[in-house]
């Protein structure tokens, strides 16, 4: 019978095969190797756990990168000035999440920022990595989130004692730079499809207004086929057939659960990626939201699983035009998956945050 030790150099050996041999890919300018300051929020719970793992991996690669460091935390009244004004300056920033407090009229910090610095765009990318058994196969999905306005426009107000008005906007502006954004994300990432999820068979105007903007600029891109979907089939078949997904475009409420669901299919929120981009800035953090500050226990016994901010940090390195380090960086994180020898508890395994971190950078290349 094979043995487990057996296995490890036959899983090395495939994967130095599948590296594809050094080719020129990327001819930089001039200067684009200066280091580029990044600005650095560790957030609350597990976030000093996942963003020091990623100061340690960027280190370890001499990644051009430096951080400006500031603390934040989601129970504070407002968002510092002064940090934004440092990813107004770096225009890139990489965060830990942010507890936002249940009810009591306190606002989320996390969507505070979205708002100020523009963010419209969420991106989370959801596939299986191999060495991580899913109940699916063949998954890559990319969901595109509307981050501005919808359900999360924060407007509401008390009617009378008892009674609650909630307010969801949704506005043609905001949804056709949504839809531009995420045709335009299919056309230079070889995407085949992208799906449009709604509620406009209840939601006739706000939805339909978001369908509307879709279909319009689905027009300018022939050779990408466009369907759509209402939210809550879109729900049964991300867990019954989520492979038939490519790219989904989504109003803002719709996505978070959307994007949340299908990380769950591919792992859980612990090894999916994510970012927010704008005209101007773009903030990366961990892709899925559900458990992005986590419990209690796993700071207490440092094991949040840093893979999904990692991975985060490569779609910055990339964002940031370092497409070999963010190669680098994917590949090791890839190759530690794969072996599966250092895993933390969510994955199935007992390793620490720290124990990843040196796995990873002992498989950089």
């Given at each position: ?7 490890i ?124 058994p ?10 595109i ?16 004692p ?77 867990v ?49 939201s ?8 796993i ?67």
């Open positions: 019978m094979t043995t487990a030790r057996s296995i150099p036959l899983l090395n050996r495939l994967i130095s095969r599948s590296q594809p041999s050094r080719s020129v890919t990327y001819m930089h300018r001039p200067g684009d190797g200066s280091p580029r300051p990044v600005t650095l929020i560790p957030g609350d719970g597990v976030g000093p756990l996942v963003t020091d793992a990623v100061e340690q991996v960027m280190e370890a690669m001499h990644a051009p990168v430096y951080f400006e460091k500031f603390e934040v935390h989601g129970t504070m009244k407002k968002f510092p000035e002064e940090v934004l004004d440092s990813i107004r300056k770096n225009k890139v920033c990489i965060k830990g999440g942010l507890a936002t407090p249940m009810g009591g009229g306190v606002n989320s910090l996390n969507v505070y920022l979205r708002k100020e610095l523009d963010l419209y765009a969420s991106l989370v990318n959801c596939f299986n990595m191999r060495g991580l899913t109940r699916h196969e063949n998954v890559d999905i990319v969901v989130r509307e981050n501005t306005e919808g359900e999360y426009a924060g407007l509401e107000h008390e009617v009378v008892g009674v609650v008005e909630s307010l969801k906007v949704i506005t043609k502006f905001c949804s056709e730079r949504i839809a531009s954004y995420a045709f335009e994300y299919a056309y230079l990432n070889n995407r085949k499809k992208v799906t449009a999820v709604h509620k406009a068979n209840i939601m006739k105007l706000a939805d339909g207004l978001f369908l509307e903007a879709c279909r319009e600029v689905a027009q300018k891109y022939p050779a990408i086929q466009y369907n759509e979907i209402i939210v809550d089939n879109c729900c049964m078949q991300l019954s057939k989520p492979e038939q997904f490519d790219v989904m475009v989504t109003p803002n409420l719709y996505g978070n659960l959307v994007a949340n669901t299908a990380a769950g299919i591919c792992g859980g929120t612990g090894v999916m990626p994510g970012g927010n981009v704008g005209a101007e800035h773009a903030v990366f953090e961990q892709g899925a559900a458990g992005n500050v986590g419990k209690d226990s700071v207490a016994q440092k094991t949040a699983n840093p893979v999904a901010l990692l991975l985060s940090s490569a779609m910055m390195l990339r964002h940031l035009q370092f497409p070999a380090f963010a190669d680098r960086l994917e590949t090791a994180v890839q190759k530690v998956i794969l072996q599966a020898k250092v895993r933390t508890k969510d994955l199935g395994g007992s390793s620490t945050t720290q124990e990843v971190v040196d796995a990873v950078i002992d498989a950089l290349d």
